[in-house]
């Protein structure tokens, strides 16, 4: 009983150490309603639905005209697991295409915007565009899980490049360019020979474990070893 007890913390906290969905905390659920999303720029309409719902039954609908680029569904209100960094890895959320995309190129990526003292005005001062985006273009109607890797944006406060979402944001105090999130965007960029209607549901991120709960984790299974040699 002891051996399997002790195999099975193993495996407990090796789906903790685990950066994958042992940790995603959802952010954005749409039950019901938009989730304080718009549209960002014109030709963009941002409406409450139910195709596409992956989790509960609520969805994020996306139309996109024809001559639109980087724009999409933007909020100014952020949710606790992007509004508390560090850790936070990935952004994953649910795609649904209702037809496949006639144009050339659809891409889809987040956008994460801060500023150094959030107030009136400030809301959407910086914005921390990440490098890794996911391509529409060419997929068969169906619901994708997107991932959105944090590993890569500029820095537009000292336009250093290759900044993390964990170097760029953080808490007051941290650090003289480190700015607190504001504002978040799920974008896209296509070309302007056709519309583009999508949905988008549970939005999640990836979280690191603390090294606290780590380590409580590895004292436990050394414990419970010393617990089973002395039996």
Known sequence: MMRSTFFGLLAVAAIACNGNAAHAALAY???GS??????NG??????????GATDGTGSLKVA???GATFVG??????????NDPPGVTSIYFDVTLPAAYAGAFADIGVTIFGASQPGPGQMFGLQAQFADIESLGGKAP??????IDLASATNQVDFSTGQSFNQIFGQVGDGPTVQIPTGFQIFVSKSNDAPLTFYVDNIRTNLVPEPASVAML???G??????RRKS
Do not use: H, R
């Not at 938009?34 to 549209?39: A, E, S, V």
């Open 34 to 39: 938009t989730d304080g999303f718009g549209p």
């Open 42 to 51: 014109g030709g963009v309409t941002v409406t409450g639905d139910t195709i």
């Open 142 to 147: 169906g619901t994708y899980t997107v991932q």
């Open 218 to 220: 590895s004292l436990g």
């Open 29 to 31: 659920s749409f039950e």
């Open 222 to 227: 050394v414990a419970l070893l010393a617990i």
């Open 64 to 66: 996109v005209v024809n």
């Open 73 to 82: 569904a933007l909020s100014g209100t952020v949710a606790a697991p992007i």
